[in-house]
């Protein structure tokens, strides 16, 4: 037994009508599998004994990925793939492992995410793409964020994420507006992690975007990959 127990880490898709799980049931799905999987898990001490799982960027419902990444603790050593092998039996196309290592990073060392969004709406064409553009490039980008106060009560407040956004492209194809970016994905105070959520919420706020039928509009999210701070070198 290891003397101090170390970490496997997994990448991982998640991805089709996964998308649509909240994070809570990806987690209890998830510490399943790798029992049927019969992983070498680290369980703490006490009346409630329970493995260590660390993810890393939970979702929103709704959006999808290709570079999902959970850290788990085990008690001996093991041949990461060969775990790897051995969970995704266990799996779906859907919900499915792609890498497993041993890490020398930390998860606090992801800074930002690159997401695809595809989006349809009603008087989608290039005129409106570029409009999307300006926004997005703008020197100044103000959203209303969800904070909780010193009480827990949640409240809005306008931030500028101007500096949290970089890298955008933004095209007008197949009847939809692209937007390729990357978004602030660190989870420390002086450099905010920005919900891809939030990019559609302003697009909505400030040009009426999805504003029309329900039933003829829609979009999508995807994540592609996370990046070290220098937004160029893939995390690992």
Request: glycine share 4%.
């Amino acid at each position: 037994m290891l003397e101090v127990p170390k970490f496997i880490r997994f990448k991982f898709r998640k991805v089709g009508n996964l998308q649509f799980i909240s994070h809570l049931d990806l987690q209890k799905a998830m510490a399943k599998v790798l029992v049927r999987a019969k992983a070498p898990l680290w369980y703490s001490k006490g009346f409630n004994p329970h493995a260590k799982l660390i993810f890393a960027l939970p979702l929103s419902v709704g959006a999808q990925s290709e570079c999902e990444y959970l850290d788990v603790r085990v008690e001996r050593a093991i041949p990461p793939l060969e775990l790897m092998e051995h969970i995704n039996a266990e799996l779906t196309e859907e919900l499915r492992f792609l890498d497993a290592y041993y890490p020398e990073t930390a998860l606090e060392d992801i800074y930002w995410a690159e997401y695809d969004f595809s989006i349809k709406t009603m008087g989608a064409d290039e005129k409106l793409a570029r409009e999307v553009e300006k926004l997005l490039t703008a020197e100044q980008v103000i959203i209303l964020k969800k904070a909780k106060d010193k009480y827990k009560k949640i409240f809005f407040k306008e931030i500028d994420i101007a500096p949290y956004i970089r890298d955008v492209s933004v095209d007008f194809e197949d009847g939809a507006i692209k937007i390729n970016a990357k978004l602030s994905a660190s989870i420390n105070q002086t450099h905010p992690h920005i919900n891809p959520e939030n990019i559609v919420t302003m697009l909505k706020d400030k040009l009426g975007i999805l504003s029309g039928d329900v039933t003829q509009e829609q979009y999508d999210i995807m994540r592609t990959r996370i990046y070290f701070e220098d937004g160029v070198t893939d995390f690992r």
